[in-house]
């Protein structure tokens, strides 16, 4: 019982250095970013990255931040950040108008 743990222990943590190195590496970062590009959601709102978050936010396929001052944190974000189309700057205009206390960017 002993050694099956310490195989499994073992394969656990080679995966985990592997991880790591990988991520350090040009490979690494494009896989992070198609991670990124398929999972908005995963994209946090404090992050450098907000904005590729924004077009997702805008169709409802994600969340915007729970509070309504994070959330319009995160919708003027998006209106001065990320690259819109007209029809998602109408939505991004309506959805900062319904939300308590934001005001216009």
């Known amino acids: 019982m002993r050694k099956r743990r310490a195989i499994v222990l073992g394969v656990a943590a080679a995966v985990i ?5 990988l991520l350090q590496t040009p ?11 398929m999972f908005p959601g995963t994209i946090a709102w404090d992050g450098k990255t907000a ?16 509070t309504p001052e994070a959330a319009c944190a995160a919708m003027h974000l998006c209106a001065n950040e990320a690259v819109l189309s ?11 108008r319904a939300t308590p206390g934001c005001q216009a960017p």
């Open 17 to 21: 250095v592997g991880i790591v190195w």
């Open 27 to 37: 490979l690494g970062l494009m896989i992070w970013i198609a991670k990124e590009e």
């Open 51 to 66: 904005w590729r978050r924004c077009e997702s936010a805008i169709a409802g396929k994600t969340s915007w931040p729970a």
């Open 86 to 96: 007209e029809e998602q700057v109408d939505q991004l205009t309506q959805a900062i």
